[in-house]
């Protein structure tokens, strides 16, 4: 599975990622309220909940259960879903289209150059993307136009997927 390698003390450092604000917005889609089934690479092994937390400045915020508080480590590491594996990248939809996006807010994305971030949402449209079930693309789509913002860098346009990996 595509991993993108944001290495463990620059997140324990940041903190932005696995505790959010509002459970409609850049929550992981597995606990999206009333998201449609998804496909299983964006599913975690296990359910997913968001739990009452303390964010930044101890601002209470809703922190995701497979957070492990003392590592800063995701407890479904290595399996955990596809849209928080490839974080930075972000699967968007603009113009009619799918797209891996770069999100600049994370310090991450200034650490690697753009060539970086192409190689990894190569392997991710390889290894994982084409493989999809086109019967999956509706509930991507609307997810993907949900997550888009404007200063999102484009990173790699992606076709419609059409494989046989059942969802
Ligand atoms: S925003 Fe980037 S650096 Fe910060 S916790 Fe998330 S992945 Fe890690
Ligand atoms: S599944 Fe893991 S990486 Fe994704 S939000 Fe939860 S703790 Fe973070």
């Known amino acids: 599975m595509v991993v993108l390698p944001v290495p463990g003390d620059l997140c324990q450092e940041c ?28 599913r975690p092994p296990n359910p ?16 995701c259960d497979a957070l492990r508080s003392d590592s800063y480590r995701c407890a479904f590491w290595g399996s955990h879903p596809a849209d928080c594996r490839l974080y930075p990248l972000v ?33 991710f449209r390889e290894e994982e993307w084409k493989r999809l079930p086109r019967a999956a693309v509706p509930v991507l789509a609307e997810l993907a136009r949900l997550e888009d913002h404007p200063h999102y860098r484009p990173v790699l ?11």
């Open 15 to 42: 903190g932005l990622c696995c505790r959010f604000s509002d459970p409609s917005v850049l929550t992981p889609w597995a606990v999206r309220p009333g998201a449609a089934p998804l496909p299983s690479p964006f």
């Open 48 to 63: 997913l909940a968001l739990i009452p937390g303390a964010g930044r400045m101890d601002l209470p915020v809703l922190v």
């Open 91 to 123: 699967l968007v939809y603009r113009d009619g289209g799918f797209l891996l996006a770069l999100d600049p807010d994370c310090p991450f994305a200034a650490r690697e150059p753009h060539s970086f971030f192409l190689d990894w949402a190569t392997r």
């Open 157 to 167: 346009p992606l076709p419609e997927p059409e494989g046989p990996m059942p969802s």
